[in-house]
């Protein structure tokens, strides 16, 4: 909550009790959390498959997670970006 990630929402006055739903901020962990059930789908899920399927509600279609050029909107991975400094890069002193 102090990040700014969660909301604290009472739910119940008696007994006093408390939801914490995502912000805005929180929803954009989103991309992150899906890389990372990815991964386990990927690397750790038995030999019956993955535990859960993602639908994308606009077409109905299960999907992976893709990272991709937010220019070219072309699938990209690690072995495919290159870092440069950005103008918040610190100066060394």
Known sequence: MKAGGLRKHAYSERPKRY?????????????????????GDTHMAGSKGRPLLHEHIACGHTFD???????????INARA???WP???????A
Do not use: F
């Open 19 to 39: 939801e914490y739903r995502l912000t805005d901020k929180g929803l954009d962990l989103y991309p992150v959390m899906m890389a990372i059930v990815h991964w």
């Open 86 to 92: 950005g103008p918040g890069v610190r100066k060394s």
């Open 81 to 83: 970006v290159r870092v």
């Open 65 to 75: 997670p893709v990272m991709s050029c937010s220019y070219r909107e072309a699938a």
